[in-house]
């Protein structure tokens, strides 16, 4: 027997669907950017499984943030306030500690450790988790502007973008302290940031203005992460074959343009 949906489900599921495609999108552009000067000189396995394990745990932290802190704030905003109650607040605090101790579960493990690999842990768990959250959040968002609106897919693109790479850069962050031994000081950082990025992005989701406060430390934690965390995943031989093939890399382009400009005056001549 055929079941017939009612349009409202229908509309629902394809907003699903939508906001899925999109944030999964925005994972595997985070994934291609966080590693593209580490390629063949990470531990691939472990990043796979904390990656599934983070769309896993952060379905459920993007539910349990929807329901306690999304569509709370959202009920204020329609009543005219824009401020979060302490009540939200420590909400969001609490979910800050969990979602940096389940990150340090993957990231800080003891084998991971072992391999040098808790940056690159941090990172791909980080980017599950956020895709998570942008999917939930961008389902929202077409459900408070009623379909695929300009502002609905303008806000999707943004969650889908931005939210894996926040979460990666924590959890990156977080997997560099962690692997020098920094536990605590790593589960406190991390608690902070994910305070702040939660608190902002849900603010951000309502009000796109919000995503210039965003925006700019992101990119300062790219910085850091490309340049100090995610080289502390290397294992020491690792490093040095880097190292070699990076320096080989710069002598073959020097002999490369060694030869065309000695072309270039020989065809003058």
Not at 17 to 37: E, I, K, P
Not at 126 to 135: C, F, V
Request: glycine share 10%; net charge positive.
């Amino acid at each position: 027997m055929i079941v017939i949906l009612p349009q409202q489900i229908m509309a629902e599921l394809l907003y699903v669907q939508v906001a899925t495609l999109f944030s999964l999108l925005g994972m595997a552009l985070g994934w291609r950017g966080g590693m593209r000067n580490l390629h063949g000189f990470y531990d691939s396995p472990s990043m796979a499984k904390s990656l599934v394990w983070g769309f896993g745990l952060g379905a459920m932290v993007a539910a349990a943030i929807d329901f306690f802190v999304f569509q709370p704030y959202l009920i204020l905003v329609v009543e005219g306030s824009s401020s979060f109650s302490w009540a939200t607040l420590v909400l969001l605090l609490v979910f800050g500690a969990g979602i940096s101790a389940l990150t340090l579960w993957r990231a800080g493990n003891r084998s991971v450790r072992a391999k040098f690999a808790g940056p690159v842990n941090g990172w791909a768990f980080g980017l599950g988790t956020g895709a998570m959250l942008a999917a939930r959040l961008g389902f929202r968002v077409f459900q408070i502007e009623g379909g695929f609106t300009v502002f609905a897919l303008i806000q999707l693109v943004l969650l889908a973008l931005f939210l894996p790479l926040i979460h990666a850069v924590i959890g990156c962050g977080l997997g560099a302290r962690a692997q020098r031994g920094d536990v605590a000081l790593a589960l406190f950082w991390s608690t902070i940031a994910h305070l702040f990025g939660i608190m902002m992005v849900t603010y951000a989701t309502l009000v796109i203005f919000g995503w210039i406060f965003i925006i700019p430390p992101l990119l300062l934690g790219m910085r850091r992460a490309d340049s100090k965390w995610l080289n502390e995943s290397l294992h020491p031989e690792a490093a040095r074959r880097l190292r070699r093939v990076r320096a080989q890399a710069i002598r073959s382009r020097a002999g490369t343009k060694s030869s065309s400009d000695a072309t270039i005056i020989h065809s003058e001549e």
